[in-house]
Nanobody
Framework: QVRLVESGGGLVQAGGSLRLSCAAS????????MAWYRQAPGKQRELVAT???????NYADPVKGRFTISRDNAKTTVDLQMNSLKSEDTAVYYC???????????????WGQGTQVTVSW
């Protein structure tokens, strides 16, 4: 059974930190790179960070130096540590599985329910 469950969102002041976690079913976690996306109101869903099965990471420019993606292969979880949060980080955050073909990222579309992150002034 394919399942992704995100957690850890909440309300935080600008400059603060949050840690998101995504629990993935083993059937997809062990064979796939994992990613975090976000979708702000009125905007398209955007890729935030990816991590391969080998632990190689990649980040979108707006979050570089502030967010860190990690995976725990034993627990089949992928986390997103978010520091120095800004109001523009406010969004629903989702995780998904995917893969790289060359430098191109392709997601599987196994979306979970998402977790809301709200950053206040």
């Amino acid at each position: 059974q394919v399942r992704l469950v995100e957690s850890g969102g909440g309300l935080v002041q600008a400059g603060g930190s949050l840690r998101l976690s995504c629990a993935a079913s083993r059937s997809i976690f062990s064979m796939n790179a994992m990613a975090w996306y976000r979708q702000a109101p009125g905007k398209q869903r955007e890729l935030v960070a990816t991590i391969t099965t080998a632990g190689r990471t990649n980040y979108a420019d707006p979050v570089k130096g502030r967010f860190t993606i990690s995976r725990d292969n034993a627990k089949t979880t992928v986390d997103l540590q978010m520091n120095s949060l800004k109001s523009e980080d406010t969004a629903v955050y989702y995780c998904d599985a995917g893969y790289y073909s060359g430098s191109n990222w392709y997601n599987r579309g196994f979306w979970g329910q998402g977790t809301q992150v709200t950053v206040s002034w």
